[in-house]
């Protein structure tokens, strides 16, 4: 059964150095988000993507993040400067089309020391 | 504003026992999805359920969007089935992004 991958499983990382997230979507899926969850608390969207540009995004994703779809497979979150608020776990999502059922990846753990 | 309520917040059951987790949701929806975060943080779909009953296994799950609430049914609870249980839906108003409740934590005791 397809699923999306995520990598690494585990990111450590300084304050103030940038982060790429790695995400493998579902491969004849059109629509890719990411979402993160705090320890703790709930799981928060972040921003969606479709047809190589941002369809929508949250407040939490400021001028600090950016995702990108590389090439045919890949999609990443970039955070360039890091901060210890932005410890957390990350999920890569993908769906067929709008409206559709989203499936969730395993997760990245951002520790941000 | 806007929300994504679950009931109740914890729960805990002795191995054998049935439970029902509630999300209620303020605005018309255009998906619900319930899905289990196991012990190593990883998010299991488990029903695609925006209207009516399906059923898998010891999991049942029903929503009535007209009254925006949908129920989820687990019986016969193994200690597997603990962790935390999200539901989270998809606003008509913003077809792009999907909300989460808080969660109800169950936890069965063997």
């Known amino acids: 059964e397809p699923e999306v991958t995520q990598t690494p499983s585990h990111q450590v990382t300084q304050m103030g150095q940038e982060v790429i997230l790695r995400c493998v979507p579902i491969?004849?899926?059109?629509?890719f988000y990411w979402y993160r969850q705090i320890l703790g608390q709930k799981v928060e969207f972040l921003v969606s993507f479709y047809n190589n540009e941002i369809s929508e995004k949250s407040e939490i994703f400021d001028d600090q993040f950016s995702v990108e779809r590389p090439d045919g497979s890949n999609f990443t979150l970039k955070i360039r400067s890091t901060k210890l608020e932005d410890s957390a776990m990350y999920f890569c999502?993908?769906?067929?089309?709008?409206?559709?059922?989203?499936?969730f990846g395993p997760g990245t753990r951002l520790t941000v020391l | 504003g806007i929300q994504v309520e679950q009931s109740p917040p914890d729960l805990i059951l002795q191995e054998g026992a049935n439970s029902t987790l509630r999300c209620n949701f303020s605005?018309?929806?255009?998906?619900l999805q319930w899905f289990h975060q196991n012990p190593w943080g990883q998010l299991i779909n488990l029903f695609y359920i925006p209207s009516g009953t399906k059923q898998n296994g010891r999991l049942s799950a029903t929503t009535v969007a007209t009254e925006r609430y949908s129920l989820l049914y687990i019986s016969s609870s193994q200690t597997t089935d603990s962790g935390v249980y999200f539901c989270?839906?998809?606003?008509?108003?913003?077809?792009?992004?999907?909300?989460f409740g808080s969660g109800t934590r169950l936890s069965i005791r063997p």
């Open positions: 999502a993908s769906s067929a089309d709008r409206n559709n059922e989203q499936f």
């Open positions: 605005d018309s929806v255009n998906n």
């Open positions: 989270a839906v998809e606003w008509k108003s913003s077809a792009s992004k999907i909300i």
């Open positions: 491969s004849n899926h059109l629509y």
